[in-house]
């Protein structure tokens, strides 16, 4: 595997906001992020420097703006070096776009905005990809690899990973059920990579960002004039999917509207583009996730009975981190190796009472945030012991470990901190739910996810 402390990656894109977002991302996980602006710059570049990732914009602001730039930067990359992992960065709604660049070689895309963690994962999905294949391995070795990602000893994850080893291989359509952050993605990519699907899309589409009026078009693909802006055919991610996994996240927040078109689907194995009188076969295997108590709505008739047996042939639950009490110190320690090799700083030790705090903390966010918090203690730890003061769930707390951890506040912390707080607990009285959260704290399910990102949590 290309490790991610000697990992060299490119991003290319006209935007100068986007090179120096995703530098700073970037930064924290490899060790070289080489930034480009104009890609006329590219095949100098490649003669020069080799890559193991390449993150390319598909829709630089030329006179055209149709992708097709892109795509003939996509081959360029290609013909210089037939192996590499290009990431495409392409707007909302350019699916059918990414579709045609992953039949052309792509490795994988992110659609903008993107979700730091998302990214993240899709970058060190493609570092690890990137050796097997060179070395000619098959599948099994990235079988083993992903298993041995999902990390816990307790009787709950076990029972996990015995059971995505059996139904991985199989064509049954899975429903994850867990909290917000609990690794509902992690097992949906599991299943991909285990099954005979592997070398085929694995698409994940997160359906409660979708509004009714997206659906159709975003799901099914949409035909030239079928509406104001559609000026081109495009396909929907159901065709973008096809032969692979199609992941279906935050199902329990769809429409009534949307859970009946979504069942017809289903049902019929093919999809109508929107404009289109000519239903297209798919052959997908479908994983959904939900953090939604989806057998209580259903109870109270808000989501679909038939639906529900549609997509649960096999079901998966994730505990909440709270409940693996005997998780949480290797998954902390797993995490502060990764972030102390990112951050060129010696495995720190936790101390007794440390673990004790970790054990008690009730992590409404769970693995994802106890990722963070522990990122988070490694840059802003002095020693290297990790001390209990170096991990802060409440105000209270921040002020007294402010002073210890060297900094300094100023007029604007008080404030990020009590925004930080507020959604930390509209998350904990909500269970991790992002759809009531936002709705309880009066913002979008995509602002709160920005904001997520913004505090680490
Ligand atoms: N058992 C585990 N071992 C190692 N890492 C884990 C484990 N579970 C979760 N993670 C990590 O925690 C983070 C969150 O996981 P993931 O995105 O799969 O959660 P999720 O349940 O899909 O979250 P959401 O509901 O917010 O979409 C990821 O970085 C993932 O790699």
Do not use: C
């Not at 290609?78 to 792509?106: N, P």
């Not at 050796?131 to 076990?158: F, Y």
């Not at 991909?192 to 659906?215: N, Y």
């Not at 994730?318 to 090799?341: S, V």
């Amino acid at each position: 595997m290309a490790s991610a402390k000697n990992a060299r990656v490119l991003v290319v894109d006209d935007e100068a906001d986007v090179l120096f977002a995703l530098k700073m991302l970037l930064k924290t996980e490899v060790g070289h992020v080489v930034t480009e602006k104009n890609p006329d710059n590219l095949p100098a570049l490649l003669d020069r420097e080799k890559f193991d990732v390449i993150f390319l914009d598909m829709n630089f602001k030329s006179a055209l703006n149709t992708g097709n730039e892109g795509l003939f930067w996509l081959r360029q990359i290609l013909q210089k070096d037939k192996d590499a992992k290009v990431i495409l960065i392409t707007a909302y709604g350019d699916v059918e776009l990414a579709v045609r660049s992953l039949k052309e070689g792509a490795a994988d895309f992110i659609v903008k905005p993107w979700h730091n963690d998302k990214l993240l994962e899709t970058l060190h999905h493609n570092l690890q990809a990137r050796q097997p294949k060179k070395a000619g391995a098959g599948n099994t070795s990235t079988h083993k690899n992903t298993s041995t990602s999902i990390l816990g000893e307790s009787d709950a994850i076990k029972e996990v990973l015995y059971k995505i080893d059996k139904i991985a291989p199989t064509e049954a359509n899975v429903l994850i059920l867990g909290e917000n952050g609990t690794g509902k993605e992690l097992v949906a990519r599991a299943l991909h990579e285990k099954s005979f699907r592997a070398t085929k899309p694995f698409i994940s589409v997160d359906m409660g960002a979708l509004t009714d009026s997206l659906f159709e078009s975003e799901l099914f693909g949409s035909k030239r004039g079928a509406f104001t802006d559609a000026k081109e055919d495009r396909a929907g991610r159901f065709e973008a999917a096809n032969g692979g996994t199609l992941f279906l996240d935050e199902i329990g927040n769809i429409s009534p509207a949307m859970q009946a078109k979504l069942l017809t689907v289903l049902q019929n194995r093919q999809v109508t583009p929107l404009g289109s009188n000519t239903p297209v076969p798919v052959d997908i295997r479908l994983v959904s996730a939900t953090n939604e108590p989806i057998y209580e709505l259903a109870a109270r008739n808000q989501f679909r009975k038939d639906l529900i047996y549609r997509i649960n042939t096999v079901e998966i639950t994730l505990p909440p981190l709270r409940q693996r009490e005997g998780d949480i110190e290797l998954l902390a320690r797993h995490f502060a190796a990764i972030y102390a090799q990112k951050n060129h700083k010696p495995e720190p030790d936790f101390a007794p009472a440390t673990l004790q705090k970790l054990k008690q903390h009730s992590w409404p966010g769970n693995v994802r945030e106890l990722q963070h918090a522990v990122e988070r203690a490694i840059i802003l730890a002095e020693g290297n012991v990790l001390q209990p003061q170096d991990f802060s769930f409440s105000p209270m707390e921040m002020a007294t470990a402010a002073p210890a951890t060297g900094f300094a506040p100023d007029k604007a912390v008080p404030l990020i901190e009590m925004e930080r707080e507020t959604i930390i607990r509209t998350l904990e009285k909500n269970k991790g739910n992002i759809s009531r959260t936002a709705k309880e704290l009066g913002l979008t399910r995509t602002a709160l996810y920005r904001r997520l990102n913004k505090h680490d949590i």
